[in-house]
């Protein structure tokens, strides 16, 4: 009796990135600018030879070799991103989805135009190398009274135990009649986040650095003044435990403050719905892997089973130990209980994986119940003597003559 071998299945594929296209897009415009005494510092940056701006490493390498301080060190990456990268007014509505961070950045400097994620991305990156904790927001903001209807990009710093927030963007100049005019505003460079939370509030409250954040709705009325009668955040210690938290787990966390913070305009809720998106593309990559695992698992199983059936149609040559021929039937046997047991653990894989995955359990069953057939082949087999051992290979007929 020929038993034929069985088949190993692929692994599944992920599922593809979803990315966020909200900010980059909220115009400037011009206000008051802070008195703030950085001659020096900048005059450095004006000199900053055209060499030594072609990649951020090469920018901070002046900076480095110019400036001791963080202080001014951080005050030299703002000025030299304010003063040297113009609004692309043209662009603003023209955003690649897919770009990186890094050509982001690559783009903007080459360039020297860009909207307020360049900027920001650029920035970001200057603070970093130069060895501060620094990190990208996203939010919107209020200018003149007024909500914007579009997202913006901003960056924040940490400076001697003080998170402060910098937005180069506004910082570099404004738009009037859809035209870029270069103008430093000192007031968007190391602002105090209790006094900058009056025009750009981030989706998520955590960066709002505020022991008492406000709610969306506080934002839209104007209401900033410290309310101590709210339940105390503790910004500090939430941040901290970010580098502790998988990606899951700071999405869903990110996720719940933004609901809870509320979802007061199409902004929000679009970035909301997008965290979310993400959320459960991240599980169900994760819950992939898990799959991946069971399938490599399953395919392992096949092989070893495939080895027994060969085997067994050789009618158990060369000769065994019978605990060996019994440990290579329970071997793939266990391998598929486990399988079987592991794959309804999974949880979604995503709707594009859900005939996959049924076919990998229809899979995993019948593999199994193969490997129970044989499992009950060998314990019959090391049951009887070796004389009746021999005849259990070949099909008998009642004239006496086998069968194969």
């Not at 506080?218 to 435990?241: P, R, V």
């Not at 391998?335 to 995503?350: A, F, H, N, P």
Request: aromatic share 12%; charged share 25%.
């Amino acid at each position: 009796m020929k038993i034929h071998s069985l088949l190993i299945y692929d692994v599944f594929r992920k599922m593809k990135n979803i990315y966020i296209l909200l900010f980059s897009l909220c115009p400037i415009l011009n206000f008051g600018q802070a008195n703030v005494g950085y001659t020096l510092v900048d005059a450095k940056m004006n000199a900053i030879p055209a060499s030594a701006t072609v990649s951020t490493d090469a920018i901070v390498n002046y900076i480095n070799a110019n400036f001791k301080t963080d202080n001014d060190k951080i005050r030299a990456a703002f000025y030299w991103t304010a003063s040297n990268i113009s609004y692309d007014v043209k662009n603003m509505l023209n955003q690649n989805p897919v770009e990186t961070s890094q050509e982001k950045i690559t783009n903007t400097l080459k360039t020297r135009k860009g909207v307020c994620i360049d900027y920001a991305e650029v920035f970001n990156e200057l603070t970093k190398k130069i060895g501060l904790e620094s990190c990208i927001i996203d939010g919107y903001t209020k200018q003149n009274g007024k909500v914007a209807t579009l997202a913006h990009a901003w960056t924040a710093a940490k400076m001697e135990g003080k998170w402060y927030v910098f937005d180069p963007t506004w910082g570099s100049g404004y738009v009037d009649k859809d035209k870029f005019s270069k103008k430093l505003n000192n007031h968007y460079f190391k602002a105090e986040p209790s006094k900058i939370i009056a025009s750009h509030i981030p989706f998520d409250y955590l960066w709002q650095f505020l022991n008492y954040p406000i709610t969306n709705a506080e934002f839209y009325e104007g209401k900033i003044q410290i309310n101590k009668t709210k339940k105390y955040f503790d910004f500090e210690k939430e941040i901290a435990q970010q580098s502790t938290l998988t990606e899951i787990d700071q999405l869903f966390a990110s996720a719940e403050r933004i609901e809870k913070n509320g979802l007061k305009n199409a902004l929000i809720v679009e970035y909301y719905q997008v965290k979310k998106k993400q959320l459960t593309y991240l599980r169900q990559n994760a819950n992939i892997e898990k799959l991946n695992a069971v399938v490599a698992e399953m395919n392992e199983a096949v092989v070893l089973l495939n080895d027994f059936i060969s085997y067994r149609n050789n009618k158990f040559k060369p000769t065994f130990p019978d605990e060996e021929i019994n440990n290579m039937i329970q071997k793939p046997r266990e391998k598929l209980i486990k399988c079987r047991d592991e794959v309804y653990k999974v949880g979604s894989t995503g709707t594009e994986n859900a005939s996959n995955m049924a076919s990998i359990k229809k899979s995993i069953e019948a593999n199994l119940a193969i490997a129970e057939e044989h499992a009950l082949f060998v314990k019959n087999y090391l049951s009887k003597s070796k004389l009746v051992r021999k005849t259990m290979f070949s099909k008998v007929s009642w004239f006496g003559i086998p069968l194969n």
